[in-house]
Antibody, heavy 122, light 107 residues
Framework: EVQLVESGGGLVQPGGSLRLSCAASGFTFSNYWMHWVRQAPGKGLVWVSRISNDGSNTNYADSVKGRFTISRDNAKTTLYLQMNSLRAEDTAVYYC???????????????WGQGTLVTVSS | EIVLTQSPGTLSLSPGERATLSCRASQSISSNLVWYQQKPGQAPRLLIYGASSRATGIPDRFSGSGSGTDFTLTINRLEPEDFAVYYCQQCGSSPPTFGQGTKVEIK
């Protein structure tokens, strides 16, 4: 059974830092790209970042570029999101998601974690 | 960036009725369109990928159609557990983007 379990969320002051983790199990972690998606309270889903299966390729939403860093440890089957210079508008539930592309070229996020809440407030 | 626009924002229906949700892309995305369901306090759940393929374990009352820029999610005979928010997404083009969601509520 595929499981994605996020941790590391909490209350942080503006300008502070936080590192989120996503522990993966039930699939060959090193074969898949992984993503972070966030959802502000009462709002919709917003893509944040992605990382290739070997960690060599990363991309970010413009809103977090230069402040957030995605990484992974395939030996520990864990995905990370280092968040620096946090702002009030970064307040959200952060989800990690497994990315799948099939032989027809159709892509999707086929599994999601339960999310971890990050609150940026003084 | 591809913008996805969902309509309506809210759909008020009774159990047993049919729900028809729309998602329009700002440019052609072929059939690379995904639908998710999200209930309060839960993570999104994959329903449909490739515009019309049901994910594992998804009941056949859920169906997707469309290609290019116009897509539809249809839920036949709404069950009580189907009342939720539905998001469309494209992740074939970078960056991945989501629609703003359609809430299906009990009338």
């Amino acid at each position: 059974e595929v499981q994605l379990v996020e941790s590391g969320g909490g209350l942080v002051q503006p300008g502070g830092s936080l590192r989120l983790s996503c522990a993966a199990s039930g699939f060959t972690f090193s074969n898949y790209w992984m993503h972070w998606v966030r959802q502000a309270p009462g709002k919709g889903l917003v893509w944040v970042s992605r990382i290739s299966n070997d960690g060599s390729n990363t991309n970010y939403a413009d809103s977090v570029k230069g402040r957030f860093t995605i990484s992974r440890d395939n030996a520990k089957t864990t995905l990370y999101l280092q968040m620096n210079s946090l702002r009030a508008e970064d307040t959200a539930v952060y989800y990690c998601a497994k990315y799948k592309v099939d032989s027809s070229g159709y892509s999707r996020f086929d599994y999601w974690g339960q999310g971890t809440l990050v609150t940026v407030s003084s | 960036e591809i913008v996805l626009t969902q309509s309506p924002g809210t759909l008020s229906l009774s159990p047993g009725e049919r729900a028809t949700l729309s998602c329009r892309a700002s440019q052609s995305i072929s059939s690379n369109l995904v639908w998710y369901q999200q209930k309060p306090g839960q993570a999104p759940r994959l329903l449909i990928y490739g515009a019309s393929s049901r994910a594992t374990g998804i009941p056949d009352r859920f169906s997707g159609s469309g290609s290019g820029t116009d897509f539809t999610l249809t839920i036949n005979r709404l069950e009580p557990e189907d009342f939720a928010v539905y998001y469309c997404q494209q992740c074939g083009s970078s960056p991945p983007t989501f629609g703003q969601g359609t809430k299906v509520e009990i009338k």
